[in-house]
């Protein structure tokens, strides 16, 4: 029987098939990666593209603007719909009109959601079931269907066809006292009860003590607020007749119908968009990330 010896210093023979195959898996994970990215772009592409039209457009003649919409740079450069819009229509008084309410409207539904929120997540009183059970139904109902009781309701208040009407019904939001109440939940009550050792009433730990920690809840609420009522039209079709109470809603609607102007006027009213778009976009992008940030106000045990 022969026996074989091995070879001193000689190198160990090693198997192929034993090492892991880590350059095809990181290969793929890069592929992966990149497919991501390029669905990413390509459906950030299909979004923007729309708003790049929009604008590209608004500095377009009217006879460019009608043979050659989808084009993204304007063989001519005019600003003849912002001349116009600026100088010779009731463009900056719907943006005053509409810039006096949303201000008032946010201000005003921050604070009145808010203590709604507190009310039902920590104050104790008969019936508070029943009352969140109705702010969950009317979340459910659709806005158009309270159109007609809201204009009676004006109309008998005496608050039709005024500023009052047309920011007062719009100060409390169902859906903001729902996002309140569920992070005022969130905030531990040993604050609260270390407050209340210390002398202080509901309202002042409500405003000193809880309010502060609910800076990511007042952060959304405020850009959403904004937002709704910057872009709401039902409600001041119902609530407003005078020309001298249109907000930007109603005038960029009547842009759009061609009640004010002849022809297609695709620059004056893609413009007029435009412009409508900016302080919505402005108020994302400084706030978007405190938007709900959970982390922010948290209270360690």
């Not at 990666?33 to 590209?56: C, E």
């Not at 201000?103 to 008969?126: E, K, N, P």
Request: proline fraction near 6%; glycine fraction near 6%; charged fraction near 15%.
């Amino acid at each position: 029987m022969t026996t074989t010896t091995p070879v001193v210093g000689a190198p160990a023979s090693v198997s192929h098939s034993s090492r892991p195959r880590q350059v095809p898996r990181i290969g793929r994970r890069r592929l992966g990666k990149i497919a991501l990215y390029v669905l990413l772009i390509v459906l950030a592409t299909i979004y923007i593209f729309p708003f790049l039209v929009q604008v590209s457009t608004s500095f377009k003649t009217d006879a460019e603007a009608a043979t050659d919409p989808m084009s993204l740079v304007p063989q001519v450069w005019s600003f003849a719909a912002y001349e116009r819009l600026f100088l010779r229509s009731d463009f900056p008084l719907w943006f005053t009109n509409s810039a006096i309410v949303t201000v008032m409207v946010t201000l005003g539904r921050v604070f009145f959601v808010s203590l709604a929120g507190y009310a039902l997540a920590r104050l104790q009183f008969r019936g508070r079931t029943v009352v969140f059970a109705a702010l969950i139904a009317v979340m459910a109902v659709p806005s158009v269907v309270l159109l007609i009781p809201k204009f009676l309701v004006l109309n008998q208040l005496g608050l039709y066809d005024s500023y009052a009407g047309m920011i007062l019904p719009l100060l409390v939001d169902a859906a903001g006292v729902f996002i309140m109440k569920n992070f005022f939940e969130s905030i531990p009550a040993s604050v609260e009860e270390q407050a209340r050792i210390d002398g202080a009433g509901t309202f002042r730990i409500f405003w000193s003590v809880v309010l502060p920690m609910a800076r990511p809840a007042l952060i959304t609420i405020v850009i959403l607020s904004f937002q709704g009522s910057w872009n709401e039209l039902s409600h001041f079709i119902v609530a407003t007749q005078s020309p001298e109470l249109t907000t930007l809603t109603k005038g960029v609607a009547s842009l759009a119908s061609g009640q004010l102007s002849q022809g297609t006027q695709y620059p004056l009213k893609l413009a007029a968009a435009a412009i409508m778009t900016i302080p919505v976009a402005v108020m994302f992008f400084i706030f978007q990330r405190r938007i709900m940030n959970a982390s922010e106000g948290a209270v360690k045990e």
